[in-house]
């Protein structure tokens, strides 16, 4: 419990304690895009992001935190539908995308392939968004 509630201060203050915010918000709102086309995410939908979280972020448990705890924030925010639905969600990750182009490095599809699971109408929502990545990547990088 202690510990939880360090990490909520500090999810806080996250622009000013974690080293390169930006981009781990940017990954957070990609796999809230993956878990919240979810009809009801579960907490094994967090634990393989942390899992997740191991590869890309390999000696830095802070950061790995971080990211599942605003990656849980954003999903939360998309269910609730408080200003953020999964089409805002989409959008913002978008603007990302165009504003900084390096993010698109930031998006391996292998990750997100395996959060492809649930039902058939879940499986569909989540097949879309992950289209909706590929299809934003592909852009990007032509752009490029």
């Given at each position: 419990m202690p510990f939880n509630f360090k990490l909520t201060c500090l999810s806080i203050f996250r622009e000013l304690l974690v080293y390169h915010h930006k981009s781990l918000e940017f990954r957070a709102k990609v796999?809230?895009?993956m878990i919240g086309?979810?009809?009801?995410p579960r907490e094994e939908d967090f634990e393989l992001l942390y899992?997740?979280?191991?590869s890309i972020y390999e000696n830095d448990e802070?950061?790995?935190?971080?990211?599942v705890k605003a990656t849980k924030e954003y999903v939360a925010k998309v269910k609730k539908k408080d200003h953020l639905t999964l089409d805002a969600l989409l959008l913002s990750i978008d603007?990302?995308?165009?504003?900084?182009?390096?993010?698109?490095?930031?998006?391996?599809?292998?990750?997100?392939?395996?959060?492809?699971?649930?039902?058939?109408?879940?499986?569909?929502?989540?097949?879309?968004?992950?289209?909706?990545?590929i299809t934003e990547v592909k852009t990007i990088l032509g752009e490029s």
């Open positions: 796999f809230a895009a086309a979810k009809l009801d899992e997740i979280a191991g802070t950061r790995k935190k971080f990211l603007k990302d995308l165009k504003a900084h182009k390096r993010y698109a490095s930031k998006i391996d599809f292998s990750h997100l392939r395996r959060f492809l699971t649930g039902c058939e109408d879940e499986i569909l929502v989540q097949q879309r968004v992950y289209e909706f990545l």
